[in-house]
């Protein structure tokens, strides 16, 4: 991660105001019957301010929130103390952490555009490594359709996802389900209106 890019979401985050919402992102919330019934680990990467981490905590599961803004991580921290629920946080740049291997039965993996193809790849083979085989990956972002509605996110067209980049991803995973949609979308005031989405779900292979 840049200098330039760390300065741009640090300075974002030290608003008071949370930027995404303090509610999970809409696909996240539609896979909760998919989680793991009797608790698990659970890894939300660039999870900003901790919507998304925080409604794991509130599922049963054992949470990593990650995120490379001190100031996003500790909005986080407060949101899982306000909603009661514990959840661990690390401040790093998925581009260069060290991912743990084998580690969780659920990575969530929301909006995190920030990485180029090169980067995005490395972000990619982190996500594989975290995975414990039969573990669930939920992945959401934009199209580059998306480009056109600017209702959020990068204005780069390399950083977005198609069907063809997932597949090849993670097109070996079990029980792979990959949906396209444009859809109204109102996550705080950086995710506002009708946007280009791309969902992905899918089980590393056991």
């Given amino acids: 991660m840049s200098n330039d890019a760390f300065h741009h979401w640090n300075t974002r985050f030290a608003h008071p105001d949370y930027v995404f919402g303090t509610e999970p992102n809409a696909f996240l919330a539609s896979c909760e019957d998919r989680l793991p019934e009797t608790g698990g680990k659970a890894l939300a990467i660039a999870d900003g301010e901790g919507r998304n981490g925080v409604f794991l905590a509130e599922c049963g599961l054992d949470v990593l929130s990650v995120d490379f803004s001190p ?54 083979a982190g996500i594989r490594k975290a995975l414990k085989p039969g573990g669930l990956l939920i ?61 992905f779900i899918g089980r590393r292979p056991a």
Avoid: C
């Avoid at 991580?73 to 991912?99: C, F, P, Y």
């Avoid at 969530?108 to 920030?114: D, G, L, R």
């Fill in 71 to 124: 100031n996003a991580q500790a909005k986080a921290r407060a949101l899982a103390e306000a909603r009661g629920v514990s959840m661990a946080t690390e401040t790093v740049d998925i581009i260069h952490w060290n991912w743990p291997e084998a580690a969780f039965d659920v990575v969530a993996a929301i909006f995190f555009q920030f990485a180029g193809p090169q980067d995005r790849d490395t972000i990619f």
């Fill in 139 to 199: 992945l959401t972002g934009y199209r580059p359709e998306q480009i056109a509605y600017g209702t959020g996110g990068p204005k780069v067209v390399e950083n977005m996802y198609t069907r063809d980049l997932l597949e090849t991803a993670f097109g070996d995973f079990d029980g792979v389900e990959i949906s396209e949609h444009d859809t109204e979308v109102d996550e705080g005031h950086g995710h506002k209106g009708i946007s280009a989405l791309i969902d």
